[in-house]
DNA sequence: CCTACCGATCGGTAGG
DNA sequence: CCTACCGATCGGTAGG
């Protein structure tokens, strides 16, 4: 009998995936036990095992998806017409949507690649590196076009994906903030900052 | 025998405390074990408890030590003299200084601050609302004083400090970047933006 | 500061 | 999907 629903879009282990994610945010990975996610599942720690190969292979599947989007998103960005800030601007919303639709997932990527085993860890890290370059690329070609203020390419890169990267909601909906005005809001600040 | 050596202005706990935050950082708390801590000092694991009380102490020395600087640090900016911007801009620029100079204990608190215990935990919260409250007020109020744009002030104060707290420096010096060229360039584009 | 050791908990397997 | 269980590792103590 099957305790865990699949879906017609979800199988049981990608409903396996999404609890750990939350978990795995919530307590962190190495704190996180296998026992407790099977509890938020009803079920017993082994029963998991059914579904998932390991504790370290649900935690490759939520980084590598997690990777792959943002390098998809770029691609396309990357693909699209329009001035450099325009697809800067993209990128950032693009950063702040999957943060608030996606925040188990995409905090998990962001917080906890470290105990990624290899090769995972070392593929993680390298599309990571080459997402920054491609950024740093963007920025460059955006000073170049007399588009954006002269400055070093790798902090004003570093500085906006720090930003996108460790936003944390704890306060947004006691001060309801919308998603519109948070995103529009940042990318401003980030694009034209915030001096009169 | 002693063989953590204790200096002048450091007793052996303080020895082990900063061996433990270059550990905690690197691994993480709960990855980090004390035997490995023991290692890195040459001690068995258990000599470390002649030092200290617990592991979870050490977590405590790091984060409450941190987040006393920076309110310590909020406190005399607020009692300056001089526009809101300046004290934003030195608000900004003590993060980006403490990053560089106590990269272990700053991630750590930034981190791993929600493997503390109570009352640890609660009090180390309350602390950071706190401090994200008063720049909210500071916001507010160059808002008032027309030194600053109409923005959400809680938004503002989310995205500096998510930049600022989310900083890591893994190329910066293979990339010769200066503490003082990612300070300015930082603060300039939270403040002023990077659009020409 | 060390050796010897403990109870708890972990990820995971065997077998049904 | 479960019960029963294993070896490894953990934080920490006793006693010297």
Redesign the pocket.
């Given at each position: 009998?099957?305790?865990?629903k699949p879906g017609k879009n979800n199988s049981?282990k990608e409903v396996i995936v999404k609890k750990a994610a939350a978990l795995f945010r919530q307590k962190g990975y190495?704190a996180?036990?296998?026992?407790?996610l099977?509890e938020t599942?009803?079920?017993?720690?082994?029963?998991?095992?059914?579904?998932i190969?390991?504790?370290?292979?649900l935690l490759q599947d939520i980084c590598l998806k997690v990777a792959d989007t943002f390098t998809a998103n770029l691609v396309n960005i990357e693909k699209m017409q329009g001035s450099i800030i325009g697809k800067i601007e993209a990128i950032i919303r693009f950063h702040i949507k999957m943060m608030l639709e996606n925040f188990d997932e995409v905090f998990v990527a962001n917080h906890e690649w470290k105990h990624l085993q290899e090769p995972f860890f070392t593929d993680f890290l390298n599309q990571r590196r080459n997402y920054e370059k491609r950024l740093m690329t963007l920025i460059e070609r955006g000073i170049q076009k007399k588009e954006l203020e002269k400055n070093n390419s790798y902090i004003v890169v570093l500085t906006i994906l720090s930003a996108v990267r460790g936003l944390e909601f704890r306060q947004r909906h006691k001060k309801n903030i919308s998603a519109k005005i948070l995103e529009d809001t940042m990318v401003n600040q980030l694009l034209n900052g915030i001096v009169k």
């Open positions: 009998m099957s305790k865990i049981s190495k996180a036990s296998m026992r407790e099977a599942l009803n079920i017993e720690a082994p029963s998991l095992y059914n579904h190969g390991s504790k370290s292979e």
